[in-house]
Every structure is written in C-alpha cells, then in structure tokens.
C-alpha cells in the first residue's frame, strides 16, 4: 500500500463516460471495463468512493428546455444517478468488490440514504462507497456534488475522469492549437472559464484545499498507475 500516493479518493465518472459509442444509457461492456478499473484500484489498497453522473439518461436543464419543470427534471436527473450508480454497483459485485449505494434521496427499498459518516465507515471496511442523487438538491450538477462528496469523505484527491487528457486552454477537438495544461489554480480555472469543471465545483474544491486531477478514462490503466505516482492529466491545485 505504500507506494500509493493517496489513501482515500473520489472518483467522478461521467454519466456519458457509460453510454460507449451510444447516445443514451449504459453500454454494458464500458461498465465492466470501468468496474475492472475500480477493482485494480481496490485491489491495490485504494479506499475508493464514487460518483456517477447521469448526462447519459437525463438532465435537468435539457429537460426543461423541452418544457419540464426544472425541479422536476433535475429530480429526473438525480435518479439517473441512481440508476447508474445501481449498474455500477451490480458490476462490481459480479467482480467480486463490495460495493455500496446511498443515495442522497432517500429510497431505502433501492438503497442505504447518504451520510458521510456511513461511507467512510463501508471505505474504510475496503467497500466502494457510490454516492448517488448528487446533492440531493435540483439547480446541482454532479461535478458540484462529486466535490461536496469529496470533502465530506475527507479524500486526499479528486479526480474527475472524462473523455479529454486534461485541461486545455480551448476545447482541442475543436482548436488544434490549444494548450494542454499539466498544472494550474482553481482561481486561473475560474478567471479563464476553462471547461474544467462548474464554478461552484471548482470553489468546493479550492475552499477546502481537495487537489482535482482531470484524466482520460479511456486511458486503460491510467488511475491505477496515476495512484502509482506516474504523471497522468492535468492537477488543479491551490498556488501562488
Ligand atoms: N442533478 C441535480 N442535483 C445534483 C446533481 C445532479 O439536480 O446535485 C441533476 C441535474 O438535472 C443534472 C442531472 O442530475 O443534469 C445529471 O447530472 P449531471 O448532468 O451532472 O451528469 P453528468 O454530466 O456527470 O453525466
């Protein structure tokens, strides 16, 4: 366990990181791949807590510009969460890691109700802990969510696994030129608006000292190695 460079951390996962080459729900095969990558975490001494988001099924903003209430859309979105969270708790458990769901909206037929002190009691008994329904609250994302979680499980990091290599001063599908960022502030993610994470994400983390690393999961192998000291994505971080 000791050449890990953290004990504790929270993964967030995009619930379009699920979908595969897909456009809505959950392609079983990135589910496994994902939970593969999970358990070689575990396996390797990680305490390992997650949040999954829900993009893949629904949102709340997009739902309300098709004329759903915006509570009633983003409630729409948090039990997305929930329905992701419940696949990755499936795969894991069909791969042998103990993995647990508590929800932020209590449904306790589905799953255990959130509390930090719930989860960190399953990480520290070697179980994933899944923190679903975001916030619990509508006008959220579960970026925001992933980093109020974060904080709560007292994580040593933050990383938020996405479909880019890291930070960039521009979108790099779109402009060729942008730069790639291995380092930077909170407060430069903030001032330059780059598409890290939402602002009010960003603010959780920098408040409360969480480092962020953003990576690509689709790099195989990548967080396990990254936990093994290796380079990997871009760090925010607090700075000068
Ligand atoms: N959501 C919410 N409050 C939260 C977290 C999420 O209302 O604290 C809703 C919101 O509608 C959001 C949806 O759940 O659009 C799915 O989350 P998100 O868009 O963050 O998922 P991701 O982009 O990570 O797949």
Same mark, same amino acid.
């Given at each position: 366990m000791s050449d890990l460079i953290c004990r504790r951390i929270l993964l967030k996962l995009s619930?379009?990181?699920?979908m595969g080459s897909g456009d &809505?729900?959950?392609a079983p095969e990135v589910m496994a791949r994902t939970a593969g990558e999970v358990r070689d975490l575990v396996e390797a001494g990680l305490q390992v807590g997650l949040v999954i988001g829900g993009g893949n099924i629904f949102r709340g903003a997009g739902l309300a510009q098709g004329g759903l209430d915006r509570v009633t859309g983003d409630h729409m979105g948090m039990l997305a969460t929930v329905m992701n969270s419940l696949a990755m708790q499936d795969a894991l458990t069909k791969i042998g890691i103990e993995a647990r769901v508590l929800s932020a909206l209590s449904m306790p037929d589905v799953c255990e109700p959130f509390s930090a002190r719930d989860a960190r009691r399953h990480l520290d008994a070697g179980r994933v802990a899944i923190l679903a329904a975001?916030?619990?609250?509508?006008? &959220?994302?579960t970026d925001s969510a992933a980093s109020l979680r974060a904080v709560e499980i007292q994580a040593d990091m933050m990383i938020k696994a996405t479909k880019v290599n890291g930070v960039y001063s521009a979108d790099p599908v779109k402009d060729p030129d942008a730069e790639f960022y291995p380092r930077l502030t909170y407060n430069r993610a903030l001032a330059e608006n780059l598409?890290?994470?939402d602002a009010t994400a960003i603010v959780l983390c920098r408040d409360n000292d969480m480092p962020l690393r953003i990576m690509?999961?689709?790099?195989?192998?990548a967080l396990l190695r990254l936990m093994r000291g290796e380079v990997i994505g871009s760090l925010v971080e607090k700075g000068e």
């Amino acid at each position: 366990m000791s050449d890990l460079i953290c004990r504790r951390i929270l993964l967030k996962l995009s619930g379009e990181a699920l979908m595969g080459s897909g456009d &809505f729900g959950i392609a079983p095969e990135v589910m496994a791949r994902t939970a593969g990558e999970v358990r070689d975490l575990v396996e390797a001494g990680l305490q390992v807590g997650l949040v999954i988001g829900g993009g893949n099924i629904f949102r709340g903003a997009g739902l309300a510009q098709g004329g759903l209430d915006r509570v009633t859309g983003d409630h729409m979105g948090m039990l997305a969460t929930v329905m992701n969270s419940l696949a990755m708790q499936d795969a894991l458990t069909k791969i042998g890691i103990e993995a647990r769901v508590l929800s932020a909206l209590s449904m306790p037929d589905v799953c255990e109700p959130f509390s930090a002190r719930d989860a960190r009691r399953h990480l520290d008994a070697g179980r994933v802990a899944i923190l679903a329904a975001g916030t619990g609250n509508p006008y &959220f994302t579960t970026d925001s969510a992933a980093s109020l979680r974060a904080v709560e499980i007292q994580a040593d990091m933050m990383i938020k696994a996405t479909k880019v290599n890291g930070v960039y001063s521009a979108d790099p599908v779109k402009d060729p030129d942008a730069e790639f960022y291995p380092r930077l502030t909170y407060n430069r993610a903030l001032a330059e608006n780059l598409q890290v994470m939402d602002a009010t994400a960003i603010v959780l983390c920098r408040d409360n000292d969480m480092p962020l690393r953003i990576m690509n999961i689709n790099d195989s192998g990548a967080l396990l190695r990254l936990m093994r000291g290796e380079v990997i994505g871009s760090l925010v971080e607090k700075g000068e």
